[in-house]
């Protein structure tokens, strides 16, 4: 278990997580206070990762459920197991089971864990759960007024079971991009946490942290360009994951430095529109690359 | 677990109570949950402190700012509390000139406190504060809008009529989408349930149907110069909507544009627009209307993609920005929403035609264009969407 903040900064940053103080905090006092951990910031800053990295450094499990609009509680938390019930009855009629198995089709046998439920009942394996509640805002009013009742107390109620709760609370991490208001009745139970988009110091640590061979001239070049990049108006702006992406795809073409021609055949890797792609190469590309101070 | 001491205990409800004076809604589990998170850090760090307090506290972006400066007001090393009840009694005096400014009428007891509590130094700090607005164009024109005109007894009447008719709506709304019976599916749990008295003899078969979800409203209310009669009026109708309806999200601009849905909701109309004349600071500035569809669609996609929303805009249609991009975003805005609806209070005139240049560009993608200068106008919108 880790015990303080700054064991909680280490060992993320051993796991090649640049994590600053703010958010060390946070995940800190959500394993602390039991609570849910709300991360919202633009798309590509880091905040699914965060959740991915701090399983591995907790050694737990990482249970993800992806949110969409329709999300139920069939697809979130579980449902039964209709095939094998139907073929436990079948059996039955023929004789070759005994009948008294039929009243137990209802059973956890017969039924089918789906993340929430994962999370909450995994305690009997002696495992520990990172739950990953992930883009909620893609999900529906329902879904987050059903996930408040799961939240509040980590417990589920089926009918015909009854009331399984955890014994061990998982840590929850719930990331949401903004593209709707999530209700603040959700909010208020989870600390709250905004990721922006990484300074140039952070985001240079970054990418020399994840591509340790990478030019320095280069890695230099690429952050400084993308703190240019976000400066502008774009449709979607990049995110960290962009700047790591360009990053690769520069390093596979074998460049070490940045120019005209090699931003240009790779401006696909950091914007993803049409439009943005346009805009750049028409208007934004000189003053980007002038930025650099070191026009091709 | 370890108790911080009773000192701290009281500064941190303070601090909470002071937080909720600024709209911050800190609920009593929030604060209990910082003073267990007390015991697990350090606290003579003056930033895990504020960490531990800032995630605890804030549940948005937007109050971020509002919490910084209250923290470094709250928690200095300075003066004590002492501020902290002179910034509350401050606080007081502003909410109650407020009240006075919005319901038309005085409060006797602000104007003793005022007496008391408005010396000099607190009268330069107000003045430094009014010229520390912050300014982003200088097209905008930057001011606080006074929305005394209103009556206390006129908005009251508007509030019942306004509130009557979007509940009207939003039960109109769901009742029609729930009724709704697309086909069914097997309920398999059900079936299987069913079958168990039978001996697994599926004899009985039980059906689900889909759940049809109510449309989705997006406001856009203009509260540009030229709108400045009908603006009041408009947000009227946004503030009842807002909450009333629950799948609605609103937006003012003029030359910028405002995510207001988060001002509006669970407020009543008289402290929401002190609110908004706050935090909209473009409030009464030109019109760019291609600039905010723009900003619109860029910033807040989701909703717009899903093709049972539907954009009721507000706005006179005096454009002063580009009428290329204006086009171009109204084409976008076809393309995605299930319809388009123009409200236009200047339509009620009869002399009145769409001769202007933005309204001229716009015309030709919307589904309905319609006056909207008096009750029965809204009335009539009113059914039109719980038709659709």
């Known amino acids: ?180 208001e999530i209700h603040d009745a959700l909010r208020r139970r989870c600390l709250y946490h905004w990721i922006d988009y990484p300074s140039f110091e952070k985001e240079y640590l970054i990418v020399t942290t994840k591509i340790p061979d990478i030019h320095e001239i280069l890695a230099h070049q690429i952050c400084s360009f993308m703190q240019t990049v976000r400066g502008k108006d774009f449709y979607k702006k990049p995110g960290i994951a962009e700047t790591l992406d360009w990053a690769n795809a520069l390093i596979q073409l074998h460049k070490d430095h940045l120019d005209r021609a090699a931003v240009e055949e790779t401006l696909g890797c950091i914007l993803k529109h049409f439009e943005d792609i346009k805009k750049m190469k028409e208007f934004d590309l000189d003053s980007c690359l002038s930025a650099l101070g070191e026009v091709g | 677990m370890i108790y911080p001491d009773f000192n701290l205990l009281k500064n941190v409800l303070l601090f909470s109570q002071a937080l909720r004076k600024r709209r911050i809604g800190v609920t009593i589990n929030n604060v209990l949950d910082a003073l267990r ?127 009557s008719i979007s509940q009207k709506m939003a039960k109109a709304l769901s009742r029609r989408w729930k009724r709704g019976k697309r086909g069914g599916q097997l309920d398999f749990r059900k079936t299987i349930r069913q079958s168990i008295k039978y001996g697994g003899e599926m004899i009985e078969l039980r059906m689900k149907e889909q759940k049809l979800k109510p449309l989705r409203l997006i406001l856009v209310c203009d509260v540009s110069g030229s709108m400045d009669i009908y603006g009041q009026f408009f947000l009227l109708f946004m503030h009842g909507l807002q909450n009333h309806y629950p799948h609605c999200e609103t937006f003012v601009f003029s030359t910028r544009l405002s995510q207001v849905t988060f001002l509006l909701k669970s407020r009543t109309f008289d402290e929401t627009l002190p609110f908004l004349s706050e935090k909209v600071l473009d409030w009464s500035g030109g019109t760019n209307i291609g600039a905010a569809l723009h900003q619109l669609r860029r910033r807040h996609s989701e909703p717009l993609h899903a093709n049972r929303t539907l954009l009721l805009i507000f706005s006179d249609g005096w454009d002063r920005g580009d009428a290329v991009l204006l086009d171009r975003e109204m084409r976008n805005l076809k393309k995605q929403l299930k319809r388009l609806i123009w409200l236009n209070p200047l339509l009620g005139s009869r002399y009145y035609q769409p001769l202007c240049k933005g309204m001229s560009t716009i015309l030709p993608y919307l589904d309905y264009f319609l006056p909207c200068h008096n009750f029965l106008n809204l009335r009539n919108l009113c059914n039109l969407i719980s038709k659709m």
């Open chain 2, 37 to 163: 998170g007390v015991s697990f850090i350090d606290i003579s760090q003056k930033d895990d402190f504020y960490n531990l307090l800032k995630s605890n506290f804030v549940s948005h972006r937007e109050e971020t700012e509002a919490f910084d400066e209250l923290f470094n007001y709250f928690w200095s090393y300075e003066k004590k509390t002492e501020p902290f009840f002179k910034k509350m009694v401050e606080e007081n005096v502003d909410s109650f000139k407020k009240n006075e400014e919005v319901l038309g009428f005085k409060y006797e007891k602000s104007q003793s406190l005022m007496k008391d509590w408005t010396d000099e130094e607190l009268e330069n700090n107000r003045l430094k504060e009014q010229k520390n607005v912050p300014g982003y164009s200088p097209e905008e024109i930057l001011r606080h809008k006074d929305f005394g005109h209103l009556q206390m007894a006129e908005l009251e009447k508007v509030r019942e009529l306004v509130s």
């Open chain 1, 1 to 180: 278990m880790l015990s303080s903040i700054n064991e909680v900064q280490q060992a993320m940053e051993k796991e090649k997580y640049i994590c600053d103080r703010p958010l060390a905090t946070g995940l800190y006092l959500a394993l602390r206070l039991e609570k849910p951990l709300l991360f919202e910031g633009e798309a590509g800053v880091g905040k699914t990762e965060v959740a991915k990295v701090m399983a591995k450094v907790l050694n737990r499990r990482l249970i993800r459920l992806q949110c969409y609009e329709g999300l139920d509680a069939t697809a979130a938390l579980y449902e039964w197991n209709y095939p094998k019930q139907l073929l436990r009855i079948k059996m039955t009629e023929s004789g070759r089971q005994p009948l008294e198995s039929i009243e137990n089709i209802f059973s956890e046998e017969f039924l089918i864990r789906r993340p929430l439920l994962e999370a909450i009942r995994s305690e009997s394996y002696d495992q520990h759960i990172v739950l990953l509640i992930d883009e909620i805002d893609r999900s529906d009013e329902e879904f987050e007024a059903f996930l408040l009742e799961v939240l509040s107390d980590f417990q589920i109620t089926i009918p015909e079971i009854g009331t399984i709760s955890a014994k061990e609370r998982p840590l929850v991490i719930i990331t949401s991009n903004r593209t709707r």
